[in-house]
């Protein structure tokens, strides 16, 4: 029993933290692999609306940076992870927070860019629940693609469409400046 005990204990001691960080009760994993890409969490913060936590959210790098337009432009693998806090969060009410970030990560040339954000709103369809885990993964050639716990729903190509994404949380007006701070590591 004793040494039952002391093998549990070392064993606890020596493996590494599968999880970097608690968000908003949520645990985010210190890196994630993307093909042969590893990436590390950038930063992580919570989107809070009305004074309500709605997700836990993490920015995967291949290298940390908290240059918001050097992370929107590089041509490199990236993740953004979002962990769903609130039930309150619903597809109809995902699908016009995206609408609306788009809007602003475009500087409202949204016209250009309709039918990549319609497969990709399309990319979220059903119901939206606490604990679902939505992945947006960028890998270079392929493009961004839209996860929902660990399934694949669509891919949509294009390194001006990951830009377009990614600013949704790291434009000059993000969905909350606080969390774009957080994602950058500040």
Known sequence: MKKMILLVVAVLLIAPSVYAVEVGGKNLPDTITVGTDTLVLNGAGVREKWFMDI????????NKSSDANQIMSADEPMVIRMVVISGLMTQEKMVAALNEGFEKSTGGNIDAFRDKIDKYIAGHAGEIVADNVIEYQYIPGEGISVFRNGEKRTT???????????GIWLCDEPAQESLKEKMLGK
């Open 55 to 62: 997700y836990a959210c993490g920015l995967y790098l291949k």
């Open 156 to 166: 949509i190509n294009g390194l001006d469409f990951k830009k377009a994404v990614v």
